[in-house]
Nanobody, 126 residues
Framework: VQLQASGGGFVQAGGSLRLSCTAS????????MGWFRQGPGKEREFVAA????????DFAESVKGRFTISRDNRQNTRYLQMNSLKPEDTAVYYC????????????????????WGQGTQVTVSS
């Protein structure tokens, strides 16, 4: 099982980026998926997640109202749309799968995820 995260880059404060996470396994839509990030000198932290049913989502307080999470089952891809970016959003962003989650459950803890992709760097300048 491989996850491929992409879409990171350099953006000015107030700008937007869309991260993508593509899985090598199917059906991707049967697994809960989350995004985490790790900033310079910081611990890895939860950003957003979506249940495998797609009906439930959860977001860190710091990104609520700015970030959205969505999916395209045909493309086997999940997206993290990041708007109104701030310098404190600068981090390496990781996507992960929880293959044991129930359909409506949204895992928010890193230990709940059993498959991790490589990170993609997001840098927001002030």
């Amino acid at each position: 099982v491989q996850l491929q995260a992409s879409g990171g880059g350099f953006v000015q404060a107030g700008g937007s980026l869309r991260l993508s996470c593509t899985a090598s396994l199917r059906p991707f839509h049967r697994y809960a998926m989350g995004w985490f990030r790790q900033g310079p000198g910081k611990e890895r932290e939860f950003v957003a997640a979506i249940s495998w049913s797609g009906g439930n989502t959860d977001f860190a307080e710091s990104v609520k109202g700015r970030f959205t999470i969505s999916r395209d089952n045909r493309q086997n891809t999940r997206y993290l749309q990041m708007n109104s970016l701030k310098p404190e959003d600068t981090a390496v962003y990781y996507c992960a799968l929880d293959r044991g989650a129930r359909s409506g459950y949204v895992p928010v803890n890193a230990y709940e995820y059993d498959v991790w992709g490589q990170g993609t760097q997001v840098t927001v300048s002030s």
